[in-house]
């Protein structure tokens, strides 16, 4: 898979966080574990696609979804 299309998956995997993380504090309110999940997992995906720009490979395997 090339640089690109990782960067789009990355991409829509973050909006599909970011969403369920809106509906999840919105139903349960701000401090329920499962929007602290979300909250994690959408840091995790944003600095994949960090260290994609940059190139940086050495992290890259360990922020797998």
């Known amino acids: ?4 299309l990782k960067q789009d998956a990355c991409m829509e995997k973050i909006e599909e966080l ?3 993380m809106v509906a999840a504090a919105g139903q349960y309110g701000l401090s329920h574990p499962i929007v602290l999940h979300y909250s994690q997992e959408l840091d995790r995906a944003h600095n994949k696609v960090i260290l994609l720009e940059t190139g940086t490979k ?4 360990s922020l797998s979804f």
Not at 1 to 4: A, D, L, P, S
Not at 58 to 61: A, D, L, P
């Open 58 to 61: 050495e992290w890259e395997r």
């Open 18 to 20: 970011r969403n369920k």
């Open 1 to 4: 898979m090339n640089k690109v």
